[in-house]
């Protein structure tokens, strides 16, 4: 069944905002994306009224999930402070006050973001993948270490959480839409092995993610939570590049059990890596460890080796920070063009020696889960 941006505006109607006022008549909505029953908009206040909204966005979200044909609906509250500072405006006699008046009272001993962190039903730890900066393999890395821990005996899931670039779809192969439980969770596909689960197996691959935080924030959230994930040893999450909204989402959300980094033997690499580890700290999220990706060029030819990034960096930086250097991974051809064909390097040559290093890298993760993690 078709969706259309009439019955959305139809159903939004009725959602009241904390004045009273209906949500199409509010003047906050931004503009409606409907594509192939998954819907996409955002409500946009100032920042003072944020706490009062955001059970109108749930109830929008309830509201909008429940058209028959919708699959997806992604309702962001995006919160801006308005310049100047001004006062809220007064009660008027015998009205209903004013959104930023409905102000919930401070936790007790000023409680951090942090105590907003639950486990996600059914897995046991959850670990990010991340990297200070783009264009140094954190996708395939990603990818290819949730199979080396697949191949350890565990049940692993990759969510690939790079909302802006999704990677995942091209490397698994996956063309298929995720299906809908009678709850409306969506069940995660199954390649490999794997639970996987992408935001780009919900729009095109050509499409645009021109999102802002907060849309960034809850499409994250709700990949967490209203996914079916049955039971899983270890779900991977393939990160944005950076350090910001997407990360402090995850750290936010669920209790971390760790993050891998990615770098390259570059020193502009290793300097955003520094800063990705140091945030991870601040979030009080274990760092596992670092991988140095591309570590040197293997010739497929004549097997000469190349340190054309440089070479030994990213363990040099491990050992200056006191945090475990994970492994190396080469350039290597083989690792690539596994990667573009859909058949990552782990599952078409699991007897090769560069699945043998993402196994290994592997390992040394699985050693820092011990007491998390079910025994496989």
């Given at each position: 069944?078709?969706v ?8 939004l109607?009725k ?33 003072a009224?944020?706490r ?12 909008v ?9 992604m ?15 007064p ?6 006050p004013?959104?930023?008046?409905h102000?919930?009272p ?5 409680q ?7 486990e ?11 990297s200070?900066k ?5 996708s ?6 949730a ?5 350890l ?11 802006y ?8 192969g ?8 009678d709850?409306k ?25 021109i ?5 960034v924030m ?12 049955g ?5 991977v999450?393939?990160?944005p ?20 980094i ?6 502009l ?14 979030v009080n999220?274990p ?11 293997q010739c ?7 340190d054309?990034?440089g ?8 050992e200056?920070?006191?945090?475990p ?8 051809i083989?690792?690539r063009?596994?990667?573009?064909s859909?058949?990552?390097?782990v ?14 890298i ?7 889960l011990?007491g998390v993690i079910?025994?496989?």
């Amino acid at each position: 069944m078709s969706v259309t941006q009439q019955q959305v505006l139809d159903c939004l109607a009725k959602v009241m905002s904390p004045r009273g006022t209906a949500l199409t008549n509010a003047n906050v909505l931004s503009a409606i994306t409907v594509t192939d029953g998954k819907v996409f908009f955002s409500i946009n206040v100032d920042a003072a009224e944020a706490r009062a909204w955001e059970s109108v966005r749930a109830q929008a979200e309830n509201a909008v999930r429940a058209i028959p044909g919708v699959s997806v609906a992604m309702i962001a509250l995006t919160a801006e402070r308005k310049a100047g500072g001004a006062a809220p405006a007064p009660r008027p006699a015998g009205g209903v006050p004013p959104a930023s008046a409905h102000r919930h009272p401070h936790p007790p001993g000023g409680q951090s973001p942090m105590a907003r962190q639950a486990e996600i039903p059914g897995i046991s730890a959850v670990i990010a993948v991340a990297s200070g900066k783009g264009g140094v393999g954190k996708s395939t890395t990603a990818l290819n270490l949730a199979l080396g821990l697949r191949d350890l005996g565990l049940r692993v899931g990759l969510l690939d959480a790079d909302i802006y670039g999704p990677s995942v779809p091209r490397l698994t192969g996956i063309r298929e839409k995720p299906q809908l439980n009678d709850d409306k969770k969506m069940f995660p596909l199954q390649r490999f092995g794997l639970s996987i689960m992408s935001i780009g197996f919900l729009v095109e691959e050509d499409t645009a993610m021109i999102w802002r935080g907060p849309m960034v924030m809850s499409a994250i959230t709700q990949m967490l939570r209203d996914v079916a994930w049955g039971t899983l040893d270890v779900l991977v999450v393939d990160m944005p590049p950076g350090t910001g909204d997407a990360q402090l989402t995850l750290a936010q959300n669920v209790p971390l059990k760790g993050a891998v980094i990615i770098s390259t033997p570059q020193d502009l690499s290793l300097i955003d890596a520094r800063r990705g580890l140091a945030m991870f700290k601040k979030v009080n999220v274990p760092v596992l460890g670092i991988v140095e990706n591309m570590s040197y060029f293997q010739c497929p030819h004549c097997g000469t080796r190349s340190d054309i990034f440089g070479h030994g960096g990213a363990r040099h930086e491990a050992e200056k920070l006191g945090v475990p250097f994970l492994g190396e991974i080469p350039l290597h051809i083989a690792i690539r063009t596994a990667s573009d064909s859909g058949n990552p390097v782990v599952e078409s040559e699991p007897d090769g020696p560069h699945a043998a290093i993402y196994r290994a890298i592997g390992g040394k993760i699985r050693e820092q889960l011990q007491g998390v993690i079910a025994a496989a």
